[in-house]
């Protein structure tokens, strides 16, 4: 497993708290895939300029565990397109808080797809590049 975290600024960034914890001290693993969804969503509707839903998360793997006070930093980057879908790979990284060094602690590829106002799915653009 890679230890070094995307060149690039993440999608979220946030602290994991108290009430996103088991009696333990161990966030929730929902908790973290919300945050990768929401995380995976703003890529989503960005490139579909519009409403889209999550339809599917594949290849979920937790690492390692977050603890209360961690930083988890979430990167998402579209990586294919479909008609109406995307597909989007999402990492999530810890940092705890007194430290500079990043971890890996899950990742997933998700899948979404786009919907009009009467919630049908409707196309979306290729990908810049010409990768489908």
């Given at each position: 497993?890679?230890?070094?975290?995307?060149?690039?600024?993440?999608?979220i960034?946030?602290?994991?708290?108290?009430?996103?914890?088991?009696?333990?001290?161990?966030?929730?693993?929902?908790?973290?895939?919300?945050?990768?969804?929401?995380?995976?969503?703003?890529?989503?509707?960005?490139?579909?300029?519009?409403?889209?839903?999550?339809?599917?998360?594949?290849?979920?793997?937790?690492?390692?565990?977050?603890?209360?006070?961690?930083?988890?930093?979430?990167?998402?980057?579209?990586?294919?397109?479909?008609?109406?879908?995307?597909?989007?790979?999402?990492?999530?990284?810890?940092?705890?808080r007194?430290?500079?060094?990043?971890?890996?602690?899950?990742?997933?590829?998700?899948?979404?797809?786009?919907?009009?106002?009467?919630?049908?799915?409707?196309?979306?653009?290729?990908?810049?590049?010409g990768?489908?």
């Open positions: 497993m890679a230890d070094t975290p995307p060149d690039r600024a993440p999608t960034r946030v602290v994991a708290m108290p009430a996103d914890a088991n009696p333990y001290g161990d966030i929730f693993g929902g908790w973290l895939m919300s945050q990768m969804d929401l995380a995976a969503g703003s890529v989503a509707s960005r490139h579909s300029h519009g409403r889209a839903v999550t339809i599917a998360v594949e290849a979920m793997q937790f690492h390692l565990p977050v603890a209360v006070g961690d930083e988890v930093s979430v990167f998402a980057e579209l990586v294919r397109t479909g008609r109406t879908s995307m597909t989007i790979e999402v990492e999530a990284w810890r940092r705890h007194h430290e500079e060094q990043m971890h890996k602690v899950t990742e997933a590829r998700f899948t979404f797809v786009a919907i009009d106002t009467d919630r049908m799915p409707r196309p979306v653009a290729p990908m810049a590049g990768a489908a």
